[in-house]
Nanobody, 133 residues
Framework: QVQLVESGGGSVQAGGSLRLSCAAS????????IGWFRQAPGKEREGVAAIYTDGGRTYYADSVKGRFTISKGNGDTSLYLQMNSLNPEDTGMYYCARDHTLHCSADPPPPLTGGTVRSYGYWGQGTQVTVSS
């Protein structure tokens, strides 16, 4: 059973930083992708950043480029998201998700929107991030 457990969320003021962590269970598929997603109230879930094991590629949403950094720990069971220069638009529930289907080996990786987001098969419960102005 694939398990993903997020932690590290909280409340910060604009300009502050947070570091999210995702503890992941061992995964059967060596070629896979794992990433961070967020959902604000009344909005669709959107991709924030992802890592692709095939080639070590990373993807960032335009809204977080230069501010957020995704990384993995040793092995394949830890994922992090360092978030700097946070602004109120970053507020939302942040989820860790993992998949191994075709989009995970695409080069370049597809944007983390719409159907690609829905393609991720395994999701954590989420951790809340609130940024106040």
């Amino acid at each position: 059973q694939v398990q993903l457990v997020e932690s590290g969320g909280g409340s910060v003021q604009a300009g502050g930083s947070l570091r999210l962590s995702c503890a992941a269970s061992a995964y059967t598929y060596s070629t896979n992708c794992i990433g961070w997603f967020r959902q604000a109230p009344g909005k669709e879930r959107e991709g924030v950043a992802a890592i692709y094991t095939d080639g070590g590629r990373t993807y960032y949403a335009d809204s977080v480029k230069g501010r957020f950094t995704i990384s993995k720990g040793n092995g394949d069971t830890s994922l992090y998201l360092q978030m700097n220069s946070l602004n109120p638009e970053d507020t939302g529930m942040y989820y860790c998700a993992r998949d191994h289907t075709l989009h995970c080996s695409a080069d370049p990786p597809p944007p983390l929107t719409g159907g690609t987001v829905r393609s991720y098969g395994y999701w954590g419960q989420g951790t809340q991030v609130t940024v106040s102005s």
